[in-house]
């Protein structure tokens, strides 16, 4: 099934479809999911600092790829972002010959949709050949910290994306993922290794079989909160970030936000 670009997913796939994202609010705490996704009219959240860098990030990522000058992606268009244009030229020195050289970008913001117990769907931030032409999923991620790169690989997104091209019929054999730290630091020049890590990873069945199950389990708890079971409160770190803890706390005024994109 192909998911058209100018629909919302769920207006297309229906109610009962759900995203990683939506995944990851529900394992993380149930209260988020019933604030972000459980009622008709969904709760949303400015974006933060760090979310509008990340978004910018993939863009001008997503343009270089392409062919594009990351400088002056989208037209003539000033980005604003003078952090985002230094993570861009860093990035650039970087992977430049390894990238160019061997890689093939076949497709930017890649709309995935395959059918479990309900329909699932995401965009992958790529889809691309490598030398020897086998076929990966690119996914980019912006971070404070390179040390957050373990929980990334330990992540169901990859291997859910993974099994959706493949059911699509894309010859997926795993992901190419491109973390990049947004650290830039004021007095000292940095090397290039410190703020990129770029790791590929082959998905096997068993990969697959274990992000199934994390998708069957939140599928069903969803069905049983929304069916009258009271959500989980996870009280904890990601309290400082949730766009859910205002009103999960009953305060007045939201907190700000502060995460990954």
């Not at 099934?1 to 769920?10: H, K, Q």
């Not at 392409?66 to 037209?75: P, Q, W």
């Not at 957050?148 to 959706?164: C, D, E, F, G, N």
């Amino acid at each position: 099934m192909l998911l058209p670009s100018d629909l919302e997913p769920r207006a297309f796939l229906g109610e009962d479809a759900i995203s990683f994202s939506e995944l990851s609010t529900l394992a993380r705490c149930e209260a988020a999911w019933k604030f972000g996704y459980g009622n008709t009219e969904r709760e949303k959240s400015n974006p933060s600092a760090a979310m509008k860098l990340g978004s910018e990030v993939h863009r001008l990522w997503g343009a270089w790829w392409t062919g594009g000058d990351f400088s002056t992606a989208d037209g003539d268009r000033d980005t604003g972002d003078e952090k985002a244009q230094w993570l861009m030229e860093r990035y650039r020195d970087r992977y430049f010959e390894e990238t160019l050289d061997r890689l093939t970008m076949l497709e930017v913001e890649k709309p995935l949709v395959a059918k479990h117990v309900s329909w699932f769907f995401g965009f992958a931030d790529g889809l691309l050949v490598d030398e020897n032409g086998e076929m990966w999923i690119a996914e980019l991620k912006t971070t404070d910290s390179l040390s957050k790169v373990t929980s990334l690989l330990q992540s169901a997104q990859m291997p859910l994306y993974v099994w959706a091209a493949r059911q699509m019929g894309y010859p997926v054999v795993g992901s190419m993922l491109d973390v990049i730290r947004t650290f830039k630091p004021v007095r000292k020049e940095l090397p290039l290794e410190e703020s990129f890590d770029r790791r590929w990873i082959r998905t096997s069945d068993e990969d697959i079989d274990g992000a199934l199950a994390q998708l069957t389990r939140a599928w069903w708890t969803r069905r049983d909160i929304r069916n009258g079971e009271a959500p989980l409160r996870n009280v904890g770190p990601a309290c400082s970030w949730c766009f859910a803890c205002a009103p999960c706390f009953q305060l007045d005024v939201a907190l700000e936000e502060d995460t990954e994109f």
